[in-house]
């Protein structure tokens, strides 16, 4: 979404007071201050918690070095305005960031994060990265600008308890987009009081919305081979595709039918806390189309204790539209810790990477915050496999999954994508107004480098 003028005002006045109190990175040798996404529910704290570990095992490691945290606790959204606010001054960059894989290449193109294959040259470890995250961190320019610390995949999550009432199978696969559909039909006939179907629309729901919906459907259009978003042959963006319109065509079905959430809950920014917190523990939502992550939610002291829930959900893949080879889909991001450009301490900076990276402390990091191991060493370790029910399923969907094509332009193509939601949800426009919509935006932000399909 693009910040109103009184939000530029707010992050600038938030940005001159992180330079007042002596947050920027400074000229201390002996310090690197690290920025990363706090939670906004307080009782999250999976993050908090490992880097407190990392921070006494490294300190420990590195006599007479500290680590300073300087937490950005807001939305995904926020979150990425804030932090570019930082990345622009030597006196406000931290020495090392958290960085969300879909807005590395547009940092990089800023000129915000310093290339780090020269350490990585030196690290014997980057060789056990799997290609795939590796090459989410690597920017146009072939140079790599992150250290990836996981992955996700993405499926059907369902409650075994639901369909027990709606007469579906425990062990439930659906096979086509239609499928789907009729089990929230079958939900919707037999369980009232339950969400049958959650897909996260519209801009408030900012990247969940692109990636947990709609790049779940558009990504099972064809054949698997081709990115339905953009061309890589043309190097242009894709408009006029029918997949598009079939996509949009779904949503539009789940809410104009009410087979979701009321409208206005699912343009709630703050949704996904009411799904992960209420209605999945609570037996109220049939099926959600969502992340590997969901576990993180309920461990002990989340507030949103639920030891039982690997009894009561079941999973599946998302199947493509009709079925079609390979059969399923799953979309991947991940997020990668980077150097600013204008870090103070590069080195140290990348030092405290090491430690954090090894393979026990990255086995933890997998484990603690329901995260797919990007380590071949890690991913091939029983003790990984068993350490919580579905890390199995979701790790398997690796090998069908798809990454966002993470250019410059994506966080604006993404918007676009979201306002096209948002207008079949509400129903204020139809399919092919929305995507027309869609062609014109995605034409004018990308300066016309667009191919028709």
């Given at each position: 979404?693009?910040?109103?003028?009184?939000?530029?005002?707010a992050?600038?006045?938030a940005?001159?007071?992180?330079?007042?109190?002596?947050?920027?990175?400074?000229?201390?040798?002996?310090t690197?201050?690290v920025?990363y996404k706090q939670?906004?529910?307080?009782s999250?704290?999976?993050?908090?918690?490992?880097?407190?570990?990392?921070?006494k095992?490294?300190e420990h490691?590195?006599?007479?070095?500290?680590?300073?945290?300087?937490?950005?606790?807001?939305?995904?959204?926020?979150?990425?305005?804030?932090?570019?606010?930082?990345?622009?001054?030597?006196?406000?960059?931290?020495?090392?960031?958290?960085?969300?894989?879909?807005?590395?290449?547009?940092?990089?193109?800023?000129?915000?994060?310093?290339p780090?294959?020269?350490?990585?040259?030196?690290?014997?470890d980057?060789k056990?990265?799997?290609?795939?995250a590796?090459?989410a961190?690597?920017?146009q320019?072939?140079?790599?600008?992150?250290v990836?610390?996981?992955?996700?995949?993405?499926?059907?999550?369902?409650?075994?308890?639901?369909?027990?009432?709606?007469?579906?199978?425990?062990?439930w696969?659906?096979?086509?987009?239609d499928?789907v559909?009729?089990?929230?039909?079958?939900?919707?006939?037999?369980?009232?009081?339950?969400?049958?179907?959650?897909?996260?629309t519209?801009?408030?729901?900012?990247e969940r919305?692109?990636?947990?919906?709609?790049?779940?459907?558009?990504?099972?259009?064809?054949?698997?081979?081709?990115?339905?978003?953009y061309?890589?042959?043309?190097?242009?963006?894709?408009?006029?595709?029918?997949?598009?319109k079939?996509?949009?065509?779904?949503?539009?079905?789940?809410?104009?039918?009410k087979?979701?959430?009321?409208?206005?809950?699912?343009l709630?920014?703050?949704f996904n806390?009411?799904?992960n917190?209420?209605?999945?523990?609570?037996g109220?939502?049939g099926?959600?189309l969502?992340?590997s992550?969901?576990?993180?939610?309920?461990?002990?002291?989340?507030?949103?204790?639920?030891?039982?829930?690997?009894?009561?959900?079941g999973l599946?893949?998302?199947?493509?539209?009709?079925g079609q080879?390979?059969g399923?889909?799953?979309?991947?991001?991940g997020?990668?810790?980077?150097v600013p450009?204008?870090?103070?301490?590069?080195?140290?900076?990348?030092?405290f990477?090491?430690?954090m990276q090894?393979e026990d402390?990255?086995?933890?990091?997998?484990v603690?915050?329901?995260?797919?191991?990007?380590?071949?060493?890690?991913?091939?370790?029983p003790?990984?496999?068993k350490?919580?029910?579905?890390?199995?399923?979701?790790?398997?969907l690796?090998?069908?999954?798809?990454?966002r094509?993470?250019?410059p332009?994506?966080?604006k193509?993404?918007?676009a994508?979201?306002?096209?939601?948002e207008?079949?949800?509400?129903?204020?426009?139809?399919?092919?107004?929305?995507?027309r919509g869609?062609?014109?935006t995605v034409?004018?932000?990308?300066?016309?480098?667009?191919?028709?399909?």
């Amino acid at each position: 979404m693009r910040p109103t003028a009184a939000t530029l005002t707010a992050l600038a006045l938030a940005a001159t007071a992180l330079t007042a109190c002596g947050s920027g990175s400074g000229s201390d040798p002996d310090t690197i201050k690290v920025s990363y996404k706090q939670s906004t529910d307080n009782s999250v704290k999976v993050m908090d918690t490992y880097l407190a570990g990392i921070k006494k095992q490294f300190e420990h490691e590195h006599p007479g070095k500290k680590v300073e945290f300087v937490p950005i606790k807001a939305p995904d959204a926020e979150y990425y305005t804030k932090l570019q606010q930082m990345l622009r001054s030597p006196r406000t960059a931290p020495d090392l960031v958290y960085e969300d894989t879909f807005l590395i290449d547009s940092d990089i193109t800023s000129g915000y994060l310093k290339p780090l294959d020269p350490y990585l040259a030196k690290w014997p470890d980057w060789k056990q990265f799997v290609g795939t995250a590796k090459a989410a961190a690597k920017g146009q320019d072939g140079k790599t600008y992150g250290v990836p610390d996981g992955t996700d995949t993405r499926g059907l999550w369902f409650d075994k308890r639901v369909f027990r009432k709606a007469g579906l199978p425990a062990d439930w696969q659906p096979k086509t987009w239609d499928d789907v559909l009729a089990a929230a039909r079958a939900v919707k006939r037999k369980v009232p009081g339950v969400v049958p179907l959650n897909v996260y629309t519209g801009k408030p729901a900012g990247e969940r919305s692109t990636m947990q919906g709609f790049e779940m459907l558009l990504y099972g259009t064809g054949d698997g081979t081709r990115d339905p978003l953009y061309d890589g042959g043309s190097r242009k963006w894709i408009t006029g595709s029918q997949g598009f319109k079939d996509s949009l065509k779904f949503v539009e079905t789940v809410y104009k039918d009410k087979l979701g959430p009321d409208v206005s809950d699912a343009l709630d920014p703050n949704f996904n806390t009411t799904v992960n917190g209420e209605l999945l523990p609570r037996g109220r939502l049939g099926i959600a189309l969502d992340g590997s992550w969901l576990p993180q939610a309920w461990l002990p002291g989340s507030g949103h204790e639920w030891p039982d829930w690997s009894k009561q959900l079941g999973l599946a893949a998302m199947p493509t539209q009709a079925g079609q080879a390979p059969g399923r889909v799953s979309m991947s991001g991940g997020w990668t810790w980077s150097v600013p450009a204008r870090a103070a301490n590069p080195g140290l900076a990348f030092e405290f990477v090491r430690t954090m990276q090894t393979e026990d402390n990255a086995r933890k990091w997998y484990v603690a915050n329901s995260g797919i191991a990007v380590r071949k060493d890690v991913a091939a370790d029983p003790a990984y496999a068993k350490a919580q029910p579905g890390i199995r399923f979701f790790t398997d969907l690796v090998a069908s999954t798809h990454y966002r094509p993470a250019y410059p332009a994506y966080p604006k193509v993404s918007t676009a994508v979201q306002e096209a939601m948002e207008g079949v949800t509400t129903g204020d426009l139809s399919v092919a107004e929305a995507a027309r919509g869609y062609d014109a935006t995605v034409e004018d932000v990308t300066g016309g480098r667009v191919v028709r399909k």
